[in-house]
């Protein structure tokens, strides 16, 4: 079954850019819509962007401006980068899988998330 | 308000039907998804647009659309359901994605 696994540094200082990546697995990222999610701890979920595979991107505009969503179809990954991190930023991170259809804003399938903390 | 509401927590005993409610003025005119998420785990989606159940989601678990207020009930509680759900949709452009503040739903 396809399945998505986040990987990047657990800790990043203040100032600097926070980079994940999503591997996917089972099926490729053409064709497809996916998103990255972040959950501070013991709060709600927030939607960063998405990217479509042929590289339109989408951002949630209290982000825009720090960060980037793009994508490598040759290693089935998609990668985050977030600049100038502050504490506010420390989260869970998840890559997710939007849905089937083209525009559809919702994710039916979600990697295992991993936290980031933002400290120096 | 360009945002869902939620209520922060609902308890009912095993066997009972848990029902959580969603209202934002997106509702009325975008599809409504919800999401189950058990402790330290990544949220599942267990009802989209509206009232469709993606495979492997149990019929107790139905999603509702009375414009801009949502429902999702839950028939027959068990432990298991114990878990915090958030309410999504698109935002009012159909550009961005906006999601409630999550209910914690405490089986007694």
């Known amino acids: 079954q396809v399945q998505l696994q986040e990987s990047g540094p657990g800790l990043v200082k203040p100032s600097e850019t926070l980079s994940l990546t999503c591997t996917v697995s089972?099926?490729?990222?053409?064709?497809?819509?996916w998103s990255w999610i972040r959950q501070p701890p013991g709060k709600g979920l927030e939607w960063i962007g998405y990217?479509?595979?042929?590289?339109?991107?989408n951002y949630d505009p209290s982000l825009k401006g720090r960060v980037t969503i793009s994508g490598d179809t040759s290693k089935n990954q998609f990668s985050l980068n977030l600049i100038s991190v502050t504490a506010a930023d420390t989260a869970v991170y998840f890559c997710?899988?939007?849905?089937?259809?083209?525009?559809?804003?919702?994710?039916?399938?979600w990697g295992r998330g991993t936290l980031v903390t933002v400290s120096s | 308000s360009s945002g869902l509401t939620q209520p922060p927590s609902v308890s009912v005993s095993p066997g009972q039907t848990a029902r959580i409610t969603c209202s934002g003025d997106t509702l009325a005119v975008q599809f409504s998804y919800w999401y189950q998420q058990k402790s330290g785990q990544a949220p599942v989606l267990i009802i989209y647009k509206d009232n469709e159940r993606p495979s492997g989601i149990p019929e107790r678990i139905s999603g509702s659309n009375s414009g801009t207020n949502v429902t999702l009930t839950i028939s027959g509680v068990q432990a298991e359901d114990e878990a915090v759900y958030y309410c999504q949709s698109p935002d009012n452009r159909g550009t961005g994605v906006i999601f409630g503040g999550g209910t914690k739903l405490t089986v007694l």
């Open positions: 990217i479509y595979s042929s590289g339109i991107t």
């Open positions: 089972g099926d490729s990222i053409r064709g497809y819509y």
């Open positions: 997710t899988r939007n849905g089937p259809q083209p525009g559809d804003l919702y994710f039916d399938l």
